[in-house]
């Protein structure tokens, strides 16, 4: 079986149309990326800015928000801004100004005073990571915390890099992954039947067993490793120009992203889980392909009709008809590009005001999605003639 | 091994590919003959397993290989008419797949692809990929792999097309080795490839069996039939419409030509040997050629 699926992947990956595909996403990616890239003075002056005043939330800092932000508006207000937003280390520490009051200020934090119950703060700092503390100017180390309702600490972090990672995916990367998938997987049986190689398949022992797990293996190893390469490319990127520090934070100190989440893990669990659901999402649209290549002889069509059936909600809501019950109902159905964005993640009751449980049924889309079409394929296989 | 075909028939919409097809086959070379659209790719897809009959049904050892599935195929070597390789595959690479396809372990593999590597010449190209090699090297590709899991039936659609005389001569002599305890059907348009070689022959005529039986036989048939004649150039299309024309010579500004015939077709004509050809021209000689089925 190990041996089939080496063969299967090797037929995968000597698809030239795939890496095309890939590097023109890369440098399309790439492109964008530098072209909204700041200059690496303005990077430093906001490492040094979070370095300073990030980190968990005191009142020092609060106090020092308030204070820059009051003084920034009356600049603004006497038409000094300008000048002053020049200078990139004043616009750095505004920026911090402003996360430290969003902070506060989105997410109906209340300010957790000296008065607050000591033990509330102690496991909280326990699991700051040291290395935010130390840039905090001294005096300020024995400044109280600042605490959201839910008792934990309000942590600042330049959210830059995280939050541009993280939403890769719901923004282009859905689509660059969608696109792999299908290229790659489309011609997984159809360029077998039409080259006339199914006939040794299908009259060999395995060929109509064995071979179509073996198939469907490749297929989702396929789809994984697509993914990786995508995810791979913001990761280096803003690795390597703004760093990957924060990934230990909690996500929802990513208020940008995560203003109002119920997720309790850190941002790189988040991101690791919303990574599992987009694979299995791409292993979904994947083994879908493979079910309209093994209906097909000719590449093209397996490779038109995934992309239509994986387009079809951007599609009908670009059209403007996303309110008719017949389009809800399509857009109910097909589901790929949530399934890919993993936007259910994070979004625990329904897009329309019910109060159905939209995560579980997302697992549960997700679960079938899954299963129907592998199912499909290998009865499909198991019953397939040659003409 | 004793391969029972009973009654089977297939239908492509409008078209009866087969019509009721019965016959048995033992261990021993079989020749498949029939012009194009007799429906001998047709049979042979059945008898590999990748086309269901429209009725009727095949049997191995007396049981329907719908019944026996993978255990059917496990005992099957095929070499189809049309042969799709992976071009960026190499030779070995390929032979490996096959390998796994029928069920073979790395480590038993290993040894059979070297030796059916070298039985069909093809040792020292096995790391070339399979887009490099020749027509007659996919083909001899094709034979090694049907032979891979040591089959106790080989179906061989067309195993000399495109193949130079001296590769036709020696797979004749390799199918002949291996016949021994195996079935070996295989299809031709070349009658000589299964002249001397087949235990049986098989004439498909319109998706029927027209006959099956020994060549000896059948060529006894036509015995005091076949004649040469030698004739002007310009009187040979007179001899054509009065009867079945064979092959024919040159000779100067006359022809000498084959010709079958119930009577003596001309003065001088001279009896000759019946050969495999002559029975060919002789039941499918008045067909029109059609495309391949």
């Known amino acids: 079986m190990i041996g089939l699926i080496r063969i299967e ?17 890369a440098l399309l990616y790439i492109f964008q990326f530098y072209s909204s890239l700041p200059s690496a003075a303005e990077r430093a002056e906001d490492r040094t800015a979070f370095a300073t005043y990030g980190g968990p939330l005191t009142e020092a800092k609060l106090q020092w928000a308030l204070d820059f932000n009051d003084a920034y508006e009356e600049e603004r207000a006497a038409g000094r801004a300008d000048a002053l937003l020049r200078d990139l280390r004043y616009r750095a520490e505004l920026k911090v100004s402003m996360e430290i009051l969003n902070a506060v200020r989105h997410q109906e934090q209340t300010m957790a005073l000296s008065e607050r119950e000591p033990q509330l703060k102690q496991p909280f700092q326990d699991t700051l990571p040291h290395s935010q503390l130390f840039t905090i100017p001294e005096s300020d180390f024995d400044s109280p915390q600042v605490y959201s309702t839910n008792g934990k600490p309000i942590v600042i972090v330049n959210q830059e890099a995280w939050h541009r990672i993280v939403l890769y995916i719901q923004e282009v990367g859905y689509l660059f992954a969608g696109a792999l998938v299908i290229l790659g997987l489309a011609g997984s049986f159809s360029s077998e039947a039409s080259s006339g190689a199914d006939q040794l398949l299908y009259s060999s022992r395995h060929g109509r067993g064995r071979a179509t797990w073996a198939k469907l293996a490749a297929g989702a190893i396929y789809c994984v490793s697509a993914l990786a390469a995508l995810m791979l490319l913001p990761l280096t990127l803003y690795g390597l120009h703004y760093g990957l520090d924060g990934w230990d934070v909690h996500f929802a100190d990513y208020r940008r992203m995560a203003s109002g989440t119920s997720f309790g893990g850190s941002v790189l669990a988040y991101y690791s889980l919303q990574m599992l659901l987009s694979a299995l999402g791409c292993i979904a649209l994947g083994w879908l392909t493979m079910l309209l290549s093994a209906w097909s002889r000719h590449l093209l069509v397996p490779a038109l009709v995934a992309g239509v059936i994986f387009l079809l909600p951007f599609m009908l809501i670009m059209s403007g008809i996303a309110d008719s019950p017949l389009v809800l109902f399509l857009l109910g159905l097909f589901q790929h590009i949530g399934l890919i964005q993993a936007t259910y993640l994070d979004r625990p009751s329904f897009e329309w005001g019910s109060s159905f449980n939209y995560n579980a049924m997302m697992y549960g889309y997700l679960a079938l999605s899954l299963l129907l079409p592998a199912a499909a394929v290998l009865l499909t296989l198991r019953r397939k003639q040659v003409m | 091994m004793r391969l029972t075909i009973e009654q089977v028939s297939r239908r492509f919409k409008r078209r009866q590919a087969l019509e009721a097809i019965d016959c048995e086959l033992t261990p021993g070379i079989y020749g498949l003959i029939g012009p194009n659209g007799a429906g001998k790719t047709t049979l042979m897809r059945i008898l590999a397993d990748v086309l269901r009959p429209s009725s009727g049904q095949v049997a191995a050892n007396g049981t329907p290989t719908a019944t026996l599935g993978e255990r059917y195929r496990d005992l099957l070597g095929y070499l189809p008419q049309e042969l799709g390789f992976y071009s960026y595959f190499t030779g070995e690479r390929f032979m490996r797949y096959m390998a796994y396809l029928k069920g073979m372990s790395g480590a038993q593999a290993e040894g059979r692809i070297t030796a059916l590597l070298r039985l069909v010449h093809l040792e020292d190209q096995r790391s070339r990929k399979i887009g490099h090699y020749s027509g007659g090297m996919k083909r001899r590709l094709g034979i090694a792999q049907a032979l891979l899991n040591d089959p106790q039936l080989l179906i061989l659609d067309e195993p000399t097309a495109g193949l130079d005389p001296k590769e036709r001569i020696r797979l004749r002599n390799l199918l002949s080795d291996i016949s021994g305890e195996r079935i070996v059907l295989l299809s031709t348009h070349i009658i000589t490839d299964i002249e001397y070689i087949a235990k049986e022959v098989l004439l498909l005529k319109e998706g029927r069996l027209a006959r ?16 040469e004649v030698e004739t002007p150039a310009e009187r040979l299309g007179e001899l054509e419409r009065a009867h079945l024309v064979g092959n024919v010579q040159r000779r100067g500004s006359d022809v000498r030509a084959r010709v079958i015939a119930e009577a003596r077709p001309a003065g001088n004509a001279m009896p000759a040997e019946p050969r495999l050809e002559d029975i060919y021209l002789y039941y499918f000689g008045d067909l029109p050629e059609e495309g391949g089925s």
Do not use: C, H, N
């Open chain 1, 9 to 25: 992947l090797f037929k995968l990956y000597a698809q030239r149309v795939v890496y095309i595909a890939a590097v023109v996403f």
């Open chain 2, 212 to 227: 099956q039986d020994t060549p000896e036989r059948i060529l006894s048939e036509l015995t005091g039939k076949v004649w």
